[in-house]
């Protein structure tokens, strides 16, 4: 792996064609929120079915943590929409056919002529690509359990959202005052559309 893909760092924002032939970005795909990121060899690896079957049965859970998933491979189209479809994925799948992933990151696996997959590695990023941890999945224990990535995106999450503690001097006040910026989802709603949860003329705002 390229040296400066680690925490910290900045991961390129490659643009390639997704499952259904629509190019995207992975600054659009991950939004303002954490992603988690594989870089595949493809779908004859079992390997990379066991991994994404494994995200794909707790996806729900990374759903409603508002985080987001992105695979590339270097399958070509249709290979790669049997790959997202055999193993129950919801999230988007990129193809890279050309290895141009593989090439910029310097991570070929050359123990695999055959295939010519990209070495797997598993990344978790903070809003703006930004690298906070790098799993490198040649060997399938080099690969991250979910609980692996839940550790991950805690540290991640807590470290981006500046409501993760509703306790934090400040927060409350900036709530009744109708100042949603530190608020995720809230910040981007006219405050005006927000009902008032909050009293502080009652026993429990006093």
Known sequence: ??????????????????????????SELQG????????????????????????????????VAYTQVATIAT????????????????????????????????????????HNPMIPHTLVLKP?????????????????????LWRDLRTATSEIRPDWDLSTPGLREAWVAGDFTHFHGWDRKAPESVPSSYDDTSPAGR
């Not at 390229?2 to 499952?19: A, N, Q, V």
């Not at 870089?39 to 990374?62: D, F, S, T, V």
Request: glycine letters at 8%; a negative charge.
């Open 1 to 26: 792996m390229r040296p400066d893909i680690r925490p910290g760092g900045t991961f390129p924002d490659y643009s390639l064609p997704d499952h259904d032939g629509t190019v995207r970005t992975l």
């Open 32 to 63: 303002r929120d954490p992603l988690i990121l594989t870089l595949a060899r493809g779908n004859y690896c079992p390997k990379e079915h066991q991994q994404h079957l494994e995200l794909a049965a707790n996806y729900p859970k990374i759903a």
């Open 75 to 114: 399958d070509d189209h249709h290979t790669l929409q049997e790959f997202r479809a055999s193993v129950g994925a919801q999230w988007t799948f990129l193809s890279d056919p050309g290895r141009t992933v593989q090439q910029d990151l310097d991570i070929q696996e050359y123990t695999d002529p055959e």
């Open 128 to 148: 703006g690509l930004v690298v906070h941890s790098v799993y490198n999945g040649y060997w399938f224990w080099g690969r991250p359990s979910f609980y692996d």
